[in-house]
């Protein structure tokens, strides 16, 4: 079964390095996310991506962050000076196009801590 | 702006017993609804959506949820609770157009107890 896959599955970085976080969304899918989720907090949105260009992006999405689909199958999140509440689970998720296609697939996430 | 409000951060029950964990929305347009589980070091899978057909919409692991404009509710129930239910369950709401991005709850952590 085809499946959203994320690297690494944790990542240790120090405060005010970059830092990159892949995913590899399904082969057929169109639209692209990446969400976060601070530990012991909801799931929150961070940007969506769809045709080589941003088409969403949430308030937290500020100017460390950006987003880039290099090749055909790569997805990458790059934060350009980590801060230490940058620290949590980032999700990458794919979905067909289409308006019946409602359904979000999600990867296994990324955890990251910044020290 | 839609929003998701899920009552209760920790719901326990017995095995074998009914599990409901609740879920209200607030969205401007008829929403698509979800419901993911998050199993412990693992990522979101969806159980169950509602996309505008069915009110009542059955998903994967014996677990289905009632769609309710009235009270703008999506509650998740199963008849009878296994150990294997334990996780994290989220609610999430999106609209038709656009990049659809899930706006989720704030999770509902549910406990078996033998």
């Known amino acids: 079964e085809p499946e959203v896959t994320q690297t690494p599955s944790h990542q240790v970085t120090q405060m005010g390095q970059e830092v990159i976080l892949r995913c590899v969304p399904i082969?057929?899918?169109?639209?692209f996310y990446w969400y976060r989720q601070i530990l012991g907090q909801k799931v929150e949105f961070l940007v969506s991506?769809?045709?080589?260009?941003?088409?969403?992006k949430s308030e937290i999405f500020d100017d460390q962050f950006s987003v880039e689909r290099p090749d055909g199958s790569n997805f990458t999140l790059k934060i350009r000076s980590t801060k230490l509440e940058d620290s949590a689970m980032y999700f990458c998720?794919?979905?067909?196009?289409?308006?019946?296609?409602?359904?979000?697939?999600f990867g296994q996430g990324t955890r990251l801590t910044v020290v | 702006a839609q929003s998701v409000t899920q009552l209760g951060s920790h719901v326990s029950v017995s095995e074998g017993a009914l599990v409901l964990l609740r879920c209200n929305y607030s969205?401007?347009?008829?929403?698509?609804l979800f419901w993911y589980v998050q199993y412990p070091n693992q990522g979101l899978q969806l159980l169950l959506k509602?996309?505008?057909?069915?009110?009542l919409v059955k998903g994967i692991n014996g677990f289905e949820a009632e769609f309710k404009k009235s009270e703008t509710s999506f509650h998740l129930t199963k008849p009878s609770a296994h150990m294997s239910d334990a996780a994290e369950y989220f609610c999430?709401?999106?609209?038709?157009?656009?990049?659809?991005?899930?706006?989720f709850g704030q999770g509902t952590r549910l406990t078996i107890n033998p």
């Open positions: 998720a794919s979905r067909p196009y289409g308006q019946g296609n409602t359904e979000a697939f």
């Open positions: 082969s057929n899918h169109l639209y």
């Open positions: 991506f769809y045709n080589n260009e941003i088409s969403e």
């Open positions: 969205s401007s347009v008829p929403p698509y």
């Open positions: 509602y996309t505008s057909a069915a009110t």
């Open positions: 999430a709401v999106s609209d038709y157009g656009g990049a659809q991005k899930l706006v």
